[in-house]
């Protein structure tokens, strides 16, 4: 199995902020690379995939990077509504996998 | 648009078998794959396997001998089944349409979730 590991696994931030979240594949996954975003008692919400493709109805703030084995999801300035877990998934092969997520917390 | 909703008993004893049943509105559930995610309580998320439209089938290998996935096309319904369950399969239970585009795919949209506790 295709392990992802998420760094940092929590951050504090304040509103405004500029806000980056690592996902490091443990073999190469060329652009597979998808990221949720989950609030506390809800599904996850699709915000980018293929490593970089933004889901339509999906804040410009939000922008994913990389390939192979490393990627980042990048919000530009964090806003109240995006307090939240962000998890990264794996599409390449299967058993597909996700990250242990990140959540990202008010200073 | 396509919108999931998931539906099953909320308590199941150990050693019993588990099924849910995922309803599909707003479209049809044809020529598209759909996925079966867990979520532990507290924990991160587990995809336990898809089915394609034409019945093929792929699951987690860590599920692969207790899990089955079925869908039934003139209800628009894709089913869940893991049997022998233990404390360890309480989860939250989604569903989900896995999208396929060349070489990438991803899951959109999940349906909301149902809570599944095993438990006697």
């Known amino acids: 199995d295709i392990q992802m590991t998420q760094s940092p696994s929590s951050l504090s931030a304040s509103v405004g902020d500029r806000v980056t979240i690592a996902c490091r594949a443990s073999?190469?996954?060329?652009?597979?690379l998808n990221w949720f975003q989950q609030k506390p008692g809800k599904a996850p919400k699709l915000l980018i995939y293929?490593?970089?493709s933004l889901q339509s109805g999906v804040p410009s703030r939000f922008s994913g990077s990389g390939s192979g084995t490393d990627f980042t999801l990048t919000i530009s300035s964090l806003q109240p509504e995006d307090f939240a877990t962000y998890y990264c998934?794996?599409?390449?092969?299967?058993?597909?996998?996700f990250g242990q997520g990140t959540k990202v917390e008010i200073k | 648009q396509v919108q999931l909703q998931e539906s099953g008993p909320g308590l199941v004893k150990p050693s019993e078998t588990l099924s849910l049943t995922c309803t599909v509105s707003?479209?049809?559930?044809?020529?598209?794959?759909w996925s079966w995610i867990r979520q532990p309580p507290g924990k991160g998320l587990e995809w336990i396997g898809y089915?394609?439209?034409?019945?093929?089938?792929n699951y987690n290998p860590s599920l692969k001998s207790r899990v089955s996935i079925s869908l039934d096309t003139s209800k628009n319904q894709i089913s869940l089944r893991l049997r022998s369950v233990t404390a360890a399969d309480t989860a939250v239970y989604y569903c989900?349409?896995?999208?396929?585009?060349?070489?990438?795919?991803?899951?959109?949209?999940w349906g909301q979730g149902t809570l599944v506790t095993v438990s006697s």
């Open positions: 989900a349409r896995r999208v396929v585009r060349g070489v990438n795919n991803w899951f959109d949209p």
């Open positions: 707003g479209g049809s559930i044809s020529r598209n794959y």
């Open positions: 089915i394609y439209y034409n019945g093929s089938t």
């Open positions: 073999q190469s996954i060329r652009s597979s």
């Open positions: 293929a490593a970089s």
């Open positions: 998934q794996q599409g390449y092969s299967t058993p597909c996998t």
